[in-house]
């Protein structure tokens, strides 16, 4: 546990953000593209998450003792990698490699490729019903780990994630997070205009679980949301709701009317980077 404290105290969290943007648009521009504008979004949460809210090892990632944090949104990888390279889990000297023959930083999240993947991604919606399955093993052997599931708004129109709500709650799994980035992007558009699920508060909450909602790119309401789910006394799941921007931190990509896969010129990740180092936090 001191080995944790010091990992999280010696650097801000706003820093730890500001990196996990920064190394995303580098990756991003070893392949002139990728899912940039959810990374720039999603990175405060991942932030927090790894650097306030999970318990693990990064020279041990298969740690029988750590929260398993999963990645449900496989084409949110670029920002898990980021997330995972901050977190000394992954080498910074791969970021080059990033989507590359035999790079263990494929496009989309493979749990057998890289050190702190645990679940592969692609198919939307199945990351809860992993998750729920996994924080009832860890139940049943009384493990104090949890289960951190990041999902996004648009896997709230499929009919496994409300049966995996409904079975977390049945089922009393108090060990189990899950974090729902909501930045109202789909490939299509609005998720709200595609297949809406709001009021998604109410929803987790008629379904039974203990449920927040926050500004996904506020760091404090992030960390005080983390912590009252972890510490919440009831035997029932967790949910904290992140309304994310995309593309946050990059004004002239947040501006874009199609953020959902950013169109980045070749001269654009460079003032992408110039943008973001206008403003280092300390």
Same mark, same amino acid.
């Given at each position: ?39 720039? #979004? ?26 398993? /944090? ?5 084409? /949110?990888?670029?920002?898990? /990698? ?15 490699? /990033? ?9 989309? #999240? ?54 995996? =709500? ?57 960390? =005080? ?46 003032? =992408? ?10």
């Amino acid at each position: 546990m001191e080995a944790s404290i010091e990992r999280r105290s010696n650097v801000s969290l706003a820093r730890r953000a500001w990196n996990i943007r920064r190394k995303a648009i580098q990756m991003g521009e070893v392949q002139g593209q990728g899912y940039v504008g959810q990374a720039l #979004g999603v990175a405060d949460v991942l932030a927090v998450s790894f650097f306030h809210a999970v318990e693990y090892r990064a020279e041990d990632p298969e740690w029988e003792g750590r929260d398993r /944090y999963q990645l449900s949104i496989g084409h /949110y990888a670029i920002a898990f /990698y980021a997330a995972l390279m901050e977190a000394g889990i992954l080498p910074e000297d791969e970021l080059a490699t /990033y989507g590359m023959d035999d790079s263990r930083m494929p496009m989309s #999240g493979m749990a057998s490729y890289t050190p702190g993947m645990e679940m592969s991604g692609g198919s939307l919606g199945l990351g809860l019903s992993v998750a729920v399955g996994r924080a009832l093993g860890l139940k049943r052997k009384d493990s104090p780990a949890f289960v951190f599931n990041l999902m996004s708004d648009g896997e709230l129109g499929e009919g496994s994630t409300w049966e995996a =709500a409904m079975a977390a709650a049945h089922h009393k799994l108090g060990n189990l997070i899950c974090i729902v980035d909501f930045n109202n992007q789909q490939a299509d558009g609005a998720s709200t205009g595609m297949c809406s699920a709001e009021p998604i508060d109410a929803k987790f909450e008629a379904f039974g679980w203990f449920t927040q909602r926050v500004d996904g790119n506020d760091l404090d309401a992030l960390v =005080a949301a983390f912590d009252a789910a972890r510490n919440h006394e009831a035997a029932a799941p967790r949910v904290i709701i992140c309304d994310t921007k995309m593309c946050k931190g990059v004004p002239f990509l947040e501006e874009r009317e199609i953020t959902h896969f950013v169109r980045v010129e070749p001269d654009e990740w460079q003032k =992408a980077l110039a943008v973001l180092d206008e403003e280092t936090p300390e």
